[in-house]
């Protein structure tokens, strides 16, 4: 099946054959010998119908869902002794692993420095996002996957930025991916979730053995918000990725950007890796401008919204330096390109039109 038919059609177990979710708003379950299911923290079958949903969505055989994006990385990590972390990533999973975790971090793209990384370790995790966050860099997942396990290591996807529904990293040779489902697989601003999909068998039963164990499972009414939401995902990655094509046209136009970073651009560095590994480049757009011209910039949009997070239907602005990357130290945020007149733009699925037109506000800014 293809996957617009995958995110409607995995899950049709439910009783008296009904066609949406239920929400099975019990902690409890009587005659758990008879079902299967004793307890929420344990089990719950509307968490069950989204977990599966996940699976086979990312072609994987196992599905997990969390209580957050970083609850569901934490659960992976978890299973590991040893981590491996891409330099670009989303700024709350540097801090979790260097808050709770014996992690080092290095460029993933380049074949010398994740080698010597992995040098005398065995069993240890790689992990990476692509296109990453917030500079929209790109990793070859299938040569990075290669080069882990010629280590005897395990190569994990923050698949956030482009759902299954443009890139599916276990296909291409990853062991497993993470969600932040908050993003656009729920996509609708309205819940905060995580999600892990593998085919691995022995790393599947750590992570249900972690939800039981630490009680970070997702809640049946987020499980079925998330779960709902995902069978519009393929429908809305179309419109995102649309929009943010035009988007990127409209803002190349501008004297005033400096710089743009979108996996789209043709003249982007990873824009041959990610045409070959994904069949889309999604809706996030991130650009630079005077940073002085930041704050009257952001408050002359009317539509797009001055907001954390990103991959719901509403188009969204936020400030890295002082947002999404803000744990950071200086020096990490020099590093990575963030600087303080960097801006990262979601496209949301309203109309291209009335986005670049709330965009020409700030032209004379
Ligand atoms: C938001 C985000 C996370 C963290 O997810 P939460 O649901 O906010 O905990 C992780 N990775 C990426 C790429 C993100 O954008």
């Known amino acids: 099946m293809e996957i617009e038919t995958i995110l409607i059609h995995s899950c049709e177990n439910n009783p008296l054959g009904a066609v949406g979710t239920p929400i099975f708003a019990t902690s409890t379950f009587a005659d758990a010998a008879r079902h299967g299911y004793s307890y929420t923290r344990t089990s719950n079958p509307t968490r069950e119908a989204l977990e599966k949903t996940v699976a086979a969505a990312e072609g994987g055989r196992y599905g997990f869902a969390f209580s957050s994006g970083l609850a569901a990385e934490d659960a992976l990590f978890a299973c590991f002794d040893k ?115 593998t085919s691995g068998e022995s790393l599947a039963e750590k992570l249900k053995n972690i939800i039981n164990t630490k009680g970070n499972g997702l809640s049946p009414f987020e499980s079925f918000l998330i779960k709902r939401g995902m069978e519009t995902l393929a429908l809305r990655m179309k419109k995102h990725c649309e929009n943010a094509e035009e988007v990127f046209r409209y803002l190349k136009t ?30 996030v757009i991130s650009f630079e401008i005077d940073e002085e011209k930041v704050p009257e910039f952001i408050r002359s949009l009317k539509l797009i919204k001055f907001a954390e997070s990103l991959g719901g239907n509403a188009s969204l602005i936020t400030h890295p330096f002082t947002q999404t990357h803000a744990s950071l130290s200086g020096d990490e945020k020099a590093a990575c390109g963030i600087t303080k007149g960097l801006l990262r733009l979601s496209c949301g699925t309203e109309s291209a039109v009335d986005i670049i037109n709330d965009l020409e506000r700030s032209a004379n800014c």
Do not use: W
């Not at 395990?154 to 040779?173: C, E, H, K, V």
């Not at 400096?258 to 043709?266: E, F, R, T």
């Open 83 to 197: 981590i491996i972390c891409a330099n670009d990533t989303y700024g709350g999973t540097k801090r979790l692993l260097k808050t709770c975790y014996s992690a080092s971090f290095c460029d993933v793209s380049d074949e010398n420095a994740l080698s010597s990384a992995l040098t005398g370790t065995y069993g240890a995790l790689v992990f990476a996002e692509t296109p990453a966050n917030p500079l929209m860099r790109v990793t070859d997942i299938g040569k990075t996957a290669a080069i882990a396990h010629a280590h005897n290591a395990y190569l994990a996807i923050d698949n956030t930025f482009l759902t299954p529904a443009l890139q599916r990293p276990l296909s291409l040779g990853a062991d497993a991916v993470v969600h932040s489902a908050t993003k656009y697989l729920g996509g609708h601003h309205d819940s905060v979730a995580g999600c892990v999909a």
């Open 254 to 283: 501008r004297r005033d950007i400096k710089k743009i970073y979108y996996a789209g651009d043709p003249e982007n560095e990873g824009y041959a890796v990610n045409s070959s590994q994904s069949s889309g480049a999604g809706g």
